[in-house]
């Protein structure tokens, strides 16, 4: 008697969810995310413009050059998470409208803000190497950007489920269409 291996993840399912649900859940989970970070960095983007349009009190920060690097940390911040948002409802509509493009243009997001973040961090690590508190900050975001990839994969393999489901939707109308 022959046992076969038995796996509880095939192309379609994983752990007993199809892969389309499981995509869905993330792109929720993570548009809320990034909507809350989205409110953050438009709080801090408010603060940091009612400063700067208050005469006494940039007089106060004129001299203070961590104004204005926190200014410009936080408008790219504020800029970033809105662009993040975009594509975070883009991947939401993409899975439940069957859109595997919309998809793609989630993962190929997703990627180039790994990689970008991957860079950062390293720097960080790089300019702060020594001040342990501050490099442990740094491991922890790695820890985060690897369980992000890991998710990016997710979102891969409901794009090629999606897209697998597309082509076979088309294969069905080719052969109803010159079915005699």
Same mark, same amino acid.
């Given at each position: 008697m022959e046992q076969t291996k038995r796996s509880c993840c095939s192309r379609e399912t994983c752990c007993g969810i199809r892969v389309e649900t499981g995509g869905f859940i993330f792109a929720i989970i993570n548009a809320i995310i990034i909507t809350g970070g989205t409110?953050?960095? $438009? #709080? =801090? =983007?408010?603060m940091m413009l009612s400063i700067r349009l208050d005469p006494e009190k940039m007089r106060e920060?004129?001299?203070? *050059?961590a104004f204005l690097f926190f200014t410009i940390v !936080? *408008?790219?911040a504020f800029v970033g998470a809105a662009i993040a948002e975009v594509f975070a409802v883009l991947l939401c509509v993409g899975i439940s409208k069957k859109k595997p493009r919309y998809v793609m243009a989630y993962l190929v997001f997703g990627i180039l803000a790994? !990689? %970008? *973040?991957l860079i950062g961090i390293l720097i960080f690590i790089w300019m702060e190497w020594g001040e342990w508190d501050l490099v442990s900050y740094g491991a922890i975001t790695l820890g985060v950007c690897a369980a992000y990839a890991v998710l990016l994969l997710l979102v891969k393999q409901t794009y090629i489920v999606l897209t697998e %489901? /597309? $082509?076979r939707g088309h294969r069905k109308l080719i052969?109803? /269409? #010159?079915?005699?």
């Amino acid at each position: 008697m022959e046992q076969t291996k038995r796996s509880c993840c095939s192309r379609e399912t994983c752990c007993g969810i199809r892969v389309e649900t499981g995509g869905f859940i993330f792109a929720i989970i993570n548009a809320i995310i990034i909507t809350g970070g989205t409110v953050c960095s $438009m #709080y =801090f =983007f408010g603060m940091m413009l009612s400063i700067r349009l208050d005469p006494e009190k940039m007089r106060e920060q004129e001299t203070n *050059s961590a104004f204005l690097f926190f200014t410009i940390v !936080i *408008s790219v911040a504020f800029v970033g998470a809105a662009i993040a948002e975009v594509f975070a409802v883009l991947l939401c509509v993409g899975i439940s409208k069957k859109k595997p493009r919309y998809v793609m243009a989630y993962l190929v997001f997703g990627i180039l803000a790994e !990689i %970008a *973040s991957l860079i950062g961090i390293l720097i960080f690590i790089w300019m702060e190497w020594g001040e342990w508190d501050l490099v442990s900050y740094g491991a922890i975001t790695l820890g985060v950007c690897a369980a992000y990839a890991v998710l990016l994969l997710l979102v891969k393999q409901t794009y090629i489920v999606l897209t697998e %489901a /597309k $082509m076979r939707g088309h294969r069905k109308l080719i052969n109803n /269409k #010159y079915d005699l």
